[in-house]
């Protein structure tokens, strides 16, 4: 599943970017899943270098999603107050521009 996610990258031009983005979002369940997988399967899944190996991976890309979430948490800067209209030209009569 996790490699038809990436590969799916390279189809964007043909499935549409709000498909393709909408289907990238299940590489947020597909990435927990296949790292419990590997941390509880397999014979290599206690061993020191193994689960050293993992953490190497996994914390960093937890570290990442901490601090997107809370820049997420803090309210936005406040908006620019609003430029005040500049004054209103006065018209120009009439008969300037009238031909004589």
Excluded: K, N
């Excluded at 038809?4 to 549409?16: C, E």
């Excluded at 050293?52 to 809370?70: E, N, Q, S, Y």
């Excluded at 500049?86 to 004589?100: D, G, I």
């Amino acid at each position: 599943m996790t490699a038809l996610l990436g590969l799916s990258y390279y189809m964007r031009a043909r499935i549409g970017v709000q498909r393709w983005r909408r289907l990238h979002r299940f590489t947020a369940l597909a990435w927990p899943l296949a790292l419990a997988h590997s941390l509880g399967a397999g014979t290599d899944a206690g061993t020191a270098w193994f689960t050293a190996a993992v953490g190497i991976v996994a914390v960093p890309a937890l570290a990442l999603l901490a601090v997107r979430l809370a820049d997420a948490r803090v309210a936005p800067p406040p908006a620019p107050a609003p430029r005040p209209l500049p004054a209103r030209a006065e018209r120009v009569p009439s008969r300037l521009w009238s031909r004589a």
